[in-house]
């Protein structure tokens, strides 16, 4: 089945931008069955939806992150990336990929990567 | 923003029958979703599109819906139900992805 796995810094400096990046394996992230999932927890805390990204580049963000976040694909090596901007101690969080299924506009998530932690601090 | 609310805790001792509901005013018209999650685990995906259950998935794990509240059951509750549970859904003509706060079953 597939498998995701985020990697990227574990530590961003406040003001900065965080990246990371999802690798799909043993499935093809170019599908239009499917969308691409950033979905991130504050420690001890709830989950919280960052956004989709489709195959072809089209995204969908949630309205609180949406002027701080892009999210792209790169096909060729079977990724999709996160990169969030000008962060601060509350953008700390365990970041979650995952593969997302579109039903009638909304969307759950039915494969998870293991998750990585960021943390904001000088 | 759209909210959908979760009590913190339950608790049941083994055998029982655990229930953990979800309320939105938005649940009479858009599907909802369960996840669990243990202690350091990624949120695995239990109930889909209300009361579909993953492959693999045991059969005590189910749901139900009526009117603005969902609600997770689970039969017959065994140690490793202990867990995180969180319900998903979306806003009408909104967001399309929403999580509960999440609830903490406690198996006793």
């Known amino acids: 089945q597939v498998q995701l796995q985020e990697s990227g810094p574990g530590r961003v400096k406040p003001s900065e931008t965080l990246s990371l990046t999802c690798t799909v394996s043993?499935?093809?992230?170019?599908?239009?069955?499917?969308?691409w999932g950033w979905i991130r927890q504050p420690p001890g805390k709830g989950l919280e939806w960052v956004g989709n990204?489709?195959?072809?580049?089209?995204?969908y963000y949630t309205p609180s992150l949406r002027s701080r976040v892009a999210m792209s694909v790169d096909t060729s090596k079977n990724q999709f990336s996160l990169k969030l901007t000008s962060v601060t101690a509350a953008d700390t969080a365990v970041y979650y990929c995952?593969?997302?299924?579109?039903?009638?506009?909304?969307?759950?998530?039915?494969?998870w990567g293991q998750g990585a932690l960021v943390t904001i601090s000088s | 923003s759209y909210e959908l609310t979760q009590p913190p805790s339950v608790s049941v001792s083994p055998g029982q029958t655990a229930r953990i509901t979800c309320s939105g005013d938005a649940l009479p018209k858009q599907f909802a979703y369960w996840y669990q999650q243990k202690p350091g685990q990624a949120p695995v995906l239990v109930i889909y599109k209300d009361t579909e259950r993953p492959s693999g998935v045991p059969e005590r794990f189910s749901a139900s819906s009526s009117g603005t509240t969902v609600t997770l059951t689970i039969s017959g509750v065994q140690a490793e139900d202990e867990a995180a549970y969180f319900c998903?859904?979306?806003?009408?003509?909104?967001?399309?992805?929403?999580f509960g706060g999440g609830t903490m079953l406690t198996v006793l």
């Open positions: 990204v489709f195959y072809t580049g089209t995204t």
């Open positions: 995952a593969r997302g299924i579109a039903v009638a506009g909304d969307y759950f998530f039915d494969h």
């Open positions: 043993r499935g093809s992230i170019k599908t239009s069955s499917f969308y």
């Open positions: 998903q859904s979306a806003e009408n003509s909104g967001t399309p992805v929403v």
